[in-house]
Nanobody
Framework: QVQLVESGGGLVQAGGSLRLSCAASGRTSGNSQMGWFRQAPGKEREFLAAIKWAGGSTIYADSVKGRFTTSRDIAKNTVYLQMNSLKPEDAAVYYC??????????????????WGQGTQVTVSS
């Protein structure tokens, strides 16, 4: 139904920045929600941020609020995660995901139905 292709991961020094991109195939529905998650080895998948396609409202996890920003480009069918002031503990595989709904933005992995392939973010100290 929808395919998500994410990119932009890499290696950065602590304090640096990266911008992740998640390109969605086809036209995005009005009730689409896009979420960002990360998973480090031995840890559960962690919610980071989410954005509604219609209107662009956002939510953030406390762990990244003020450092990470998610946004969308409607013309490109793409969402972004701008990550600033990166810390070594931010190192993980980062995933974008999509769900459909008219209510509040989802915060749990099992609320999302479609997932990108993941992109590695490494932060050196």
């Amino acid at each position: 139904q929808v395919q998500l292709v994410e990119s932009g991961g890499g290696l950065v020094q602590a304090g640096g920045s990266l911008r992740l991109s998640c390109a969605a195939s086809g036209r995005t529905s009005g009730n689409s929600q896009m979420g960002w998650f990360r998973q480090a080895p031995g840890k559960e998948r962690e919610f980071l941020a989410a954005i509604k396609w219609a209107g662009g409202s956002t939510i953030y996890a406390d762990s990244v609020k003020g450092r990470f920003t998610t946004s969308r480009d409607i013309a490109k069918n793409t969402v972004y995660l701008q990550m600033n002031s990166l810390k070594p503990e931010d190192a993980a595989v980062y995933y974008c995901a999509c769900r459909y709904g008219w209510g509040g933005l989802g915060r749990k992995p099992d609320e999302y139905d479609y997932w990108g392939q993941g992109t590695q973010v490494t932060v050196s100290s």
